[in-house]
């Protein structure tokens, strides 16, 4: 399987060769254009129309408070809008600039900013992760007694950052909850999505089941390694976790915090000013407040996420969660790997490495993300079982947040898609949304 996907690699490395020189020719698009001639890209008014009527009747029919939308085709911005009101009990309308709690798009920032190292030669992918971190585990657990003790056996595979990328690292997963459950650790359901709101507003937005007084990510994973794997990494999917250890990876590599890291690397070059981890207190009213849907009606949800980014202390930074910003700053990034690495004048990834990310399955055949899934670095990959509409090509990938925030960055269509919400609870309208976005650029279905 392994020989399988090197040689695919290798392929798609000479299709892309002949690719980048048309491209460079052309120039890619190193800004958003926002006067783009609707004409001369077929876009007729028409579609906007109806993408418009759409979104308003998500506001009409109290399934949103608010929705933020963005479309971009060849770095020429179709559509740009903000619909209802970011905050309803004092009919503060949305608009395009509102900040939104991002939740695991932070993953994929993470995921190229790792990425930085490797294309520095300073690390491999396929670099076991104990040459950087010698306690990682190398113990897989089989068993959990009744008093809390657990049988272990070593690990058929050593854990890369491969695995941290793709979530197949084995941490915290399978029996390794019962083992921490019989250790009184808390419920692990996120403060709510199941899980209990804090008396006290923790300072920077935290994952579930871990210590919400901790001052760094640091002293997460550190207690995270002291248990065992829950399956041999490579073998299965297990969610979340493996982004903050590739978090802490990246601080012990580049030697500096992953606020500072990611700055450097990806936030400045991109201009992406609005976006980051924490914020001074005025800048809470930029936030849209998150909703539940229920019944018809827009019940109010807790500001905690927001109250927790404007925090006093903001050491604490996750490498899963934890980013909130605009729309549009996220678009320069799906912009960037769009065009292969590069944007704003400044390149962030080698060509190959976005290749890398976003062409190559991870996963085995049978996983527990559902039949068809499959996941690269950092990216889920689109393909005929998994494909939320069919327009959509085999090229694209994609992923999104909790609070339901979600994008597309679709190669072969030369095309980025946003939807920005906030919600606790809420109906499955994406999908809606993105046929209605591929009807407007008239992509024809195969």
Not at 80 to 86: I, T
Not at 148 to 164: C, D, I, N, Q, S
């Amino acid at each position: 399987m392994k020989k399988l996907n090197v040689v695919l690699l290798l392929l798609l490395l000479i299709s892309y060769g002949c690719k980048t020189t048309s491209n460079q020719q052309v120039g890619l698009p190193q800004s958003l254009n926002k006067n783009a001639d609707f004409k001369e890209l077929g876009i007729n008014s028409g579609g906007i129309i109806s993408l418009d009527s759409l979104l308003q009747s998500y506001i009409d029919n109290k399934q949103l408070n608010c929705v933020t939308a963005f479309v971009a085709k060849g770095g020429n911005v179709i559509y740009s809008k903000a619909f209802g009101l970011k905050d309803v009990e004092n009919n503060i309308p949305a608009a395009i600039d509102d900040y939104y709690v991002l939740f695991s798009q932070t993953k994929a920032i993470t995921t190229v900013a790792f990425m930085t190292l490797v294309d520095k030669g300073l690390v491999a992918v396929d670099d076991p992760v104990s040459k950087y971190f010698p306690e990682i585990p190398n113990q897989v657990v089989t068993k959990v007694n009744e008093d809390g003790t657990y049988e272990t056996r070593l690990v058929k595979t050593p854990m890369t950052f491969a695995h941290l990328m793709s979530h197949t690292s084995g941490l915290n997963a399978g029996l390794v909850g019962e083992i921490r459950r019989k250790n009184g650790e808390k419920n692990s359901a996120p403060a709510g999505f199941g899980g209990v709101l804090p008396d006290n507003i923790p300072n920077g937005q935290r994952s579930f089941g871990g210590n919400s007084e901790s001052n760094y990510l640091s002293e997460e994973m550190l207690d995270l390694v002291k248990y065992p794997l829950g399956f041999d990494p490579g073998s299965e999917w297990n969610y979340h976790v493996s982004t903050n250890m590739l978090g802490y990876m990246i601080e012990r590599i580049s030697g500096k915090p992953l606020q500072e890291y990611v700055k450097e690397t990806i936030f400045e070059p991109l201009g992406m000013k609005d976006t980051n981890w924490y914020f001074t207190t005025d800048y809470l009213t930029r936030f849209v407040k998150p909703y539940s849907a229920v019944d018809g009606k827009l019940d109010t949800g807790s500001t905690m996420y927001a109250e927790a980014a404007v925090s006093s202390k903001q050491t604490y930074a996750e490498a899963a969660i934890g980013l909130n910003g605009p729309i549009e700053d996220y678009a320069k990034f799906c912009q960037m790997l769009l065009n292969n690495g590069e944007f704003n004048g400044n390149r962030i990834l080698k060509p190959e490495t976005v290749i890398q990310m976003t062409t190559v399955n991870r996963l085995p055949e049978v996983n527990s993300g559902g039949k068809g899934f499959q996941f690269g670095l950092g990216f889920q990959l689109a393909n005929e079982q998994n494909k939320h509409i069919k327009a959509v090509s085999n090229s694209a990938f994609s992923w999104g947040g909790m609070l339901g925030t979600e994008y597309i960055i679709d190669p072969e269509n030369d095309l980025i898609v946003l939807f920005y919400i906030n919600m606790f609870k809420r109906d499955p309208l994406y999908t809606e949304y993105l046929e209605k976005v591929y009807d407007l650029i008239n992509i024809q279905i195969n």
